[in-house]
């Protein structure tokens, strides 16, 4: 009878640590994808601000259209890249657009009249306060992805997150370049 009571015991104590366990996994993945939901707004608020900013410049620069080409097809990849929602494929294409843009910045900075232009002002601080916000989601994003993997590797959740399907994420990284924010002047 005490070794009926024992058994029992452990098999309880077992289930509520598998319960607890695969519970925690699946709060520390839900996390992890409302974090990728965060940065996957901000890209896109990104992408639509993109056409305005570089209609804006093009009527002041022309004759700079490799660098309007440039960065159109930079925000082409990136959406498209942003289509597959899978972090080590949209952070290269993001990439680029942000070295785009820089190029697109620095068009802008040899025409001071379009310096001067209200629309152009509210979009550089409007591209510059997303791109805040996409550095901020990154951070949230990457921590939760940290936590998550974290949580797939240690023992005893290494144990029940093959069998039920937990995959790790991969963290969404930038170029050293791209971690500072752009400076718009």
Request: proline share 4%.
């Amino acid at each position: 009878m005490v070794v009926l009571i024992i058994v029992i015991v452990v098999v309880v104590l077992l289930a509520l640590g598998l319960w607890g366990a695969y519970n925690g996994l699946v709060k520390k993945r839900n996390r992890t994808q409302e974090a990728w939901s965060e940065i996957d707004v901000e890209l896109k608020r990104r992408h639509d601000l993109i056409p305005n900013l570089v209609s804006t410049v093009q009527g002041y620069a022309a004759h700079e259209q490799g660098t309007f080409e440039a960065v159109t097809r930079a925000r082409a990849n990136a959406v498209t890249a942003g289509a597959t929602g899978d972090p080590t494929q949209i952070a290269p294409a993001e990439n680029a657009l942000s070295g785009a843009l820089r190029s697109l910045f620095a068009v802008a900075e040899n025409y001071p009249q379009l310096r001067a232009v209200e629309s152009f002002l509210q979009l550089q601080e409007t591209l510059t306060a997303t791109e805040d916000k996409i550095e901020f989601a990154r951070r949230y994003y990457n921590t939760s992805a940290r936590d998550y993997n974290i949580g797939l590797q240690t023992f005893p959740r290494n144990l029940i997150a093959g069998p039920f399907g937990f995959k790790a994420v991969a963290f969404f990284a930038t170029d050293e370049e791209d971690r500072a924010v752009p400076q718009v002047n």
